[in-house]
């Protein structure tokens, strides 16, 4: 039933939006947020229709119909020649040869080259052509807060309850990242993002968004939005990014330590929606065992990531396990680094291929015993191992890319409140990336505001 309802439901808003031309304002919250398991599978031998890359499609006819600019070959050379569209054309360069290499050899080879061409450059080309109006832009930027928001009670529901509810909308027969894990008696919120330390990088990468539109509103239900945020970190289970959001919480403050009305605006909202946390957490550990033990419990794996030594599986209560699982994740993060020493040294320049990971090619040096592996939780190790130097390459030309357009800004205007969440959502991303595997949907959502803000 809630398949039926939600498809339906998806299919108006897509016809809605389309004619009423704010078709961009749902298609991002539906590119960074819709699950792959959500699809229409033909035949094991093809690839998934899901339904992000059918929104990508009519993307694509939107654009077409709503382009406010025109390209001919004579301005794609006047962009060309400004240093950052030629770092960003390096991105796609650089990152399309390794998988070229192996497009005889492997399957997902092809695939990368179709997502990197189709799914990533495609979406950009389509979103500068439109040219969204600034309004339009902070109508998109809303609307993703909404619906992280959404997912943000989702996600503590699931944890609570054990109840997934898009597990519904697993449409296909083949497997598909849609992972959980019990850690602390409760369940790891998942939602649509596969793994809960995607879930919980989620949560990190639209926190330097709320804090841009709590400045700009000063709106209390986006209060509520930042205290639903760490609470959805929480039950994500992800120590990093308990840590992570305090840290580009800390950089943010310095950010706009010169702003004393910024400043004081920040600490205002951020401590009021920390004492809606602590009142949450208080209420429900009073009142429930198994809350007051997973609370009280990842408080100490927190500490004891910094040196501390608590028994995390003290005072479990009855029926529950313990910790969990991965109580060592840091090492198990730290030991996958050694997998760059291997590929570099067996496949340098093109790396293992994609989708190395799933044939069990890369090689993690586990206590001083070389062994397989089969997943990658650090974005550095999945682009050398996956496409090598090349690959490496391409990732660090679109930073570079994004960095200037970045300083370009800032010579212009100095460090407004918006340079400062610009550079805080570059550098929430790179730190999502040593606890997970790189998310490209939303590094490509965050090259796109940054390239279309001054259209």
């Given at each position: 039933?809630?398949?039926?309802?939600?498809?339906?439901?998806?299919?108006?808003?897509?016809?809605?939006?389309?004619?009423?031309?704010?078709?961009?304002?749902?298609?991002?919250?539906?590119?960074?947020?819709?699950?792959?398991?959500?699809?229409?599978?033909?035949?094991?031998?093809?690839?998934?229709?899901?339904?992000?890359?059918?929104?990508?499609?009519?993307?694509?006819?939107?654009?077409?119909?709503?382009?406010?600019?025109?390209?001919?070959?004579?301005?794609?050379?006047?962009?060309?020649?400004?240093?950052?569209?030629?770092?960003?054309?390096?991105?796609?360069?650089?990152?399309?040869?390794?998988?070229?290499?192996?497009?005889?050899?492997?399957?997902?080879?092809?695939?990368?080259?179709?997502?990197?061409?189709?799914?990533q450059f495609a979406v950009l080309l389509a979103v500068f052509i439109i040219a969204p109006t600034k309004s339009e832009q902070f109508a998109i930027l809303k609307s993703v807060l909404w619906a992280a928001t959404f997912l943000f009670i989702v996600g503590i529901f699931e944890s609570l309850t054990s109840i997934r509810l898009f597990d519904n909308l697993y449409t296909v027969s083949r497997p598909m990242l849609n992972?959980?894990?019990?850690?602390?008696?409760?369940?790891?919120?998942?939602?649509?993002?596969?793994?809960?330390?995607?879930?919980?990088?989620?949560?990190?990468?639209?926190?330097?968004?709320?804090f841009y539109v709590l400045y700009l509103t000063r709106r209390k239900i986006y209060i509520i939005s930042l205290a639903l945020d760490l609470l959805a970190i929480i039950h994500s289970g992800c120590r990093s990014d308990i840590i992570f959001y305090f840290l580009i919480s800390f950089i943010y403050l310095i950010l706009i330590f010169k702003d004393k009305i910024q400043l004081r605006l920040f600490l205002k909202h951020?401590?009021?929606?920390?004492?809606?946390?602590?009142?949450?957490?208080?209420?429900?550990?009073?009142?429930?065992?198994?809350?007051?033990?997973?609370?009280?419990?990842?408080?100490?794996?927190?500490?004891?990531?910094?040196?501390?030594?608590?028994?995390?599986?003290?005072?479990?209560?009855?029926?529950?396990?313990?910790?969990?699982?991965?109580?060592?994740?840091?090492?198990?993060?730290?030991?996958?680094?050694?997998?760059?020493?291997?590929?570099?040294?067996?496949?340098?320049?093109?790396?293992?291929?994609?989708?190395?990971?799933?044939?069990?090619?890369?090689?993690?040096?586990?206590?001083?015993?070389?062994?397989?592996?089969?997943?990658?939780?650090?974005?550095?190790?999945?682009?050398?191992?996956?496409?090598?130097?090349?690959?490496?390459?391409?990732?660090?030309?679109?930073?570079?890319?994004?960095?200037?357009?970045?300083?370009?800004?800032?010579?212009?205007?100095?460090?407004?409140?918006?340079?400062?969440?610009?550079?805080?959502?570059?550098?929430?991303?790179?730190?999502?990336?040593?606890?997970?595997?790189?998310?490209?949907?939303?590094?490509?959502?965050?090259?796109?505001?940054?390239?279309?803000?001054?259209?």
């Amino acid at each position: 039933m809630f398949l039926i309802f939600f498809s339906i439901t998806l299919i108006f808003a897509n016809i809605y939006c389309f004619i009423k031309k704010k078709y961009l304002s749902l298609f991002f919250p539906c590119f960074l947020l819709l699950p792959n398991f959500y699809a229409i599978e033909i035949s094991k031998n093809f690839p998934l229709i899901t339904i992000t890359r059918v929104m990508i499609l009519v993307l694509y006819l939107y654009a077409f119909f709503n382009r406010k600019r025109f390209f001919s070959f004579k301005e794609f050379l006047f962009h060309l020649a400004k240093k950052e569209y030629l770092f960003l054309l390096g991105y796609f360069i650089f990152r399309i040869i390794p998988n070229l290499f192996y497009i005889t050899t492997y399957r997902d080879a092809i695939q990368t080259i179709f997502s990197i061409i189709f799914e990533q450059f495609a979406v950009l080309l389509a979103v500068f052509i439109i040219a969204p109006t600034k309004s339009e832009q902070f109508a998109i930027l809303k609307s993703v807060l909404w619906a992280a928001t959404f997912l943000f009670i989702v996600g503590i529901f699931e944890s609570l309850t054990s109840i997934r509810l898009f597990d519904n909308l697993y449409t296909v027969s083949r497997p598909m990242l849609n992972n959980y894990y019990i850690r602390l008696g409760l369940l790891r919120s998942v939602t649509t993002m596969g793994l809960p330390n995607f879930y919980g990088n989620m949560c990190i990468l639209v926190t330097p968004l709320l804090f841009y539109v709590l400045y700009l509103t000063r709106r209390k239900i986006y209060i509520i939005s930042l205290a639903l945020d760490l609470l959805a970190i929480i039950h994500s289970g992800c120590r990093s990014d308990i840590i992570f959001y305090f840290l580009i919480s800390f950089i943010y403050l310095i950010l706009i330590f010169k702003d004393k009305i910024q400043l004081r605006l920040f600490l205002k909202h951020f401590f009021f929606s920390f004492a809606i946390v602590f009142v949450w957490i208080l209420v429900l550990s009073a009142n429930n065992e198994s809350a007051r033990y997973f609370y009280s419990g990842t408080a100490k794996s927190l500490l004891n990531t910094f040196g501390f030594d608590f028994d995390l599986n003290a005072n479990a209560p009855t029926g529950v396990s313990g910790y969990g699982d991965n109580e060592d994740g840091t090492y198990s993060r730290l030991f996958q680094i050694s997998a760059i020493d291997y590929t570099l040294k067996t496949k340098p320049f093109f790396g293992l291929g994609s989708g190395c990971e799933s044939r069990g090619d890369i090689r993690y040096n586990y206590k001083g015993v070389l062994k397989p592996g089969y997943g990658f939780d650090v974005g550095i190790v999945q682009v050398i191992c996956s496409e090598g130097l090349f690959g490496m390459i391409g990732y660090c030309s679109l930073f570079i890319s994004l960095f200037i357009v970045l300083f370009k800004a800032i010579n212009k205007q100095r460090f407004s409140i918006e340079n400062s969440i610009f550079f805080l959502l570059i550098i929430s991303y790179l730190l999502c990336t040593l606890s997970t595997s790189n998310m490209p949907f939303f590094l490509t959502t965050i090259s796109v505001m940054l390239y279309t803000r001054n259209l």
